[in-house]
């Protein structure tokens, strides 16, 4: 099998770094200067092992590309926002011995949230989901750090649409021998809802910095508890935090060191977009879905969008006035005064 990695940032440039160490088949999808610093420099990946420089394939797109092999298996590493435009650029792509992409090759989606798979599943055919527990670093061009110990991550992996198949076996094979635990599972959908919860607090990171506080974990509690509310009242499952710590506890462990997640990543490079209306955002879709109040996660996905859009530094907010906002918010919902 050759994986092509259609976004080669934090994740995806950690997965095909360690693919590659471990002697398979890798090409990295990447832009503008960090496609450049790839190709010049190659994949300065720094693991828990040390650093290596690998020097990979580049393309920029599927045109770059040539034509797709039948063992092509497509990990599709971009944050969500960017899940329509890559699938559609890749699923066009042609396949030798006939058809496209998006009618003969496997794609795997890897991003935080659950709505990856439903975009994938309207273009193509053979879709897969991966909850990722994978903590990385990306904030330099051909530059990622991934530290956890003594596995690099936990990728439980399924069919999008449920069940497992022979490729999620060889896939998790190959992640297997290249230092992640990969788990094949029936429910792959109920572990993605399950990280989500967690997933919720990256907007508070982004907005008002990752250092941890009472104030933040307190914040990130409401939005949690909207969300379970909402799992409720929409009949879905999702894995309980026992079998999360069993998955990933002394596997997968950060060093002490505070670090940025992905939604602080974002903002710290620029990007001009960020994952909120997938997160959060999901949340209230389920919410307003199901008459189900959300005023929290409201407040935490405009708040991160607001960022984005006007180029703000991460961590350029007080967590007091975020929680000022999302008590205002809360208080407009149940017909109160505020506070």
């Given at each position: 099998?050759?994986y092509?990695?259609?976004?080669?940032?934090?994740?995806g440039?950690?997965?095909?770094?360690?693919?590659?160490?471990?002697?398979?088949?890798?090409?990295?999808v990447?832009?503008?200067?960090?496609?450049q610093?790839?190709?010049?420099?190659?994949?300065?990946?720094?693991?828990?092992?040390?650093t290596?420089?690998?020097?990979?394939?580049?393309?920029t797109?599927?045109?770059?590309a040539?034509?797709l092999?039948?063992?092509?298996?497509?990990l599709?590493?971009v944050?969500?926002q960017?899940?329509?435009?890559?699938?559609?650029?890749?699923?066009?792509?042609?396949?030798?011995g006939?058809g496209?992409a998006a009618?003969?090759?496997p794609v795997f989606c890897?991003?935080?949230g659950?709505e990856?798979?439903?975009?994938?599943l309207r273009?193509?055919?053979?879709?897969?989901?991966?909850?990722?527990?994978?903590?990385?670093?990306f904030?330099r061009?051909g530059?990622?750090?991934?530290?956890c110990?003594?596995?690099?991550?936990?990728l439980h992996?399924?069919?999008?649409a449920?069940?497992?198949?022979?490729?999620?076996?060889a896939?998790?094979?190959?992640?297997t021998?290249?230092g992640f635990g990969?788990?094949?599972?029936?429910?792959?959908?109920?572990?993605?809802?399950?990280?989500?919860?967690?997933?919720?607090?990256?907007?508070?990171q982004?907005?008002?910095?990752?250092?941890a506080?009472?104030?933040?974990?307190?914040?990130?509690?409401?939005?949690?508890?909207?969300?379970?509310?909402?799992?409720?009242a929409?009949?879905i499952?999702?894995?309980?935090?026992a079998?999360e710590a069993?998955?990933?506890?002394?596997?997968a462990?950060?060093?002490?060191e505070?670090?940025?997640?992905?939604?602080?990543?974002?903002?710290?490079?620029?990007?001009g977009?960020?994952?909120a209306d997938?997160?959060?955002g999901?949340i209230?879709?389920?919410?307003?879905?199901?008459?189900?109040?959300?005023?929290v996660n409201?407040?935490?996905?405009?708040a991160?969008?607001?960022f984005?859009r006007k180029g703000?530094?991460?961590?350029?907010?007080?967590?007091?006035?975020?929680?000022?906002?999302?008590?205002e918010?809360?208080?407009?919902t149940?017909?109160?005064?505020?506070?």
């Amino acid at each position: 099998m050759r994986y092509i990695i259609i976004g080669a940032g934090a994740v995806g440039a950690t997965i095909g770094g360690r693919l590659a160490q471990a002697g398979k088949e890798v090409v990295l999808v990447a832009r503008g200067e960090h496609a450049q610093a790839l190709r010049a420099d190659g994949l300065r990946l720094t693991t828990a092992e040390g650093t290596r420089v690998h020097r990979l394939p580049v393309v920029t797109g599927p045109a770059d590309a040539g034509r797709l092999r039948r063992d092509d298996v497509l990990l599709l590493t971009v944050k969500t926002q960017g899940a329509v435009a890559a699938l559609d650029a890749w699923g066009d792509a042609e396949v030798a011995g006939g058809g496209t992409a998006a009618q003969r090759l496997p794609v795997f989606c890897l991003q935080n949230g659950v709505e990856g798979e439903r975009i994938a599943l309207r273009r193509f055919s053979r879709v897969h989901g991966v909850c990722v527990w994978l903590p990385s670093t990306f904030l330099r061009p051909g530059i990622v750090s991934a530290l956890c110990a003594p596995l690099t991550g936990v990728l439980h992996l399924g069919l999008a649409a449920g069940g497992s198949d022979a490729l999620c076996r060889a896939v998790a094979a190959d992640l297997t021998a290249a230092g992640f635990g990969a788990p094949v599972v029936d429910d792959v959908m109920r572990w993605k809802y399950a990280k989500l919860l967690s997933n919720l607090g990256n907007a508070i990171q982004a907005t008002t910095g990752p250092e941890a506080a009472p104030a933040k974990r307190a914040l990130l509690g409401r939005a949690v508890r909207e969300a379970e509310a909402v799992y409720a009242a929409a009949g879905i499952a999702y894995a309980s935090a026992a079998e999360e710590a069993e998955a990933r506890d002394g596997k997968a462990e950060q060093p002490a060191e505070v670090r940025g997640g992905s939604s602080w990543q974002s903002l710290a490079r620029g990007t001009g977009s960020i994952e909120a209306d997938y997160l959060n955002g999901e949340i209230s879709l389920l919410g307003r879905l199901h008459g189900v109040a959300t005023p929290v996660n409201d407040v935490l996905r405009h708040a991160a969008n607001i960022f984005a859009r006007k180029g703000l530094p991460p961590g350029a907010m007080s967590v007091e006035d975020l929680t000022a906002l999302a008590d205002e918010a809360t208080a407009r919902t149940a017909g109160q005064p505020p506070g």
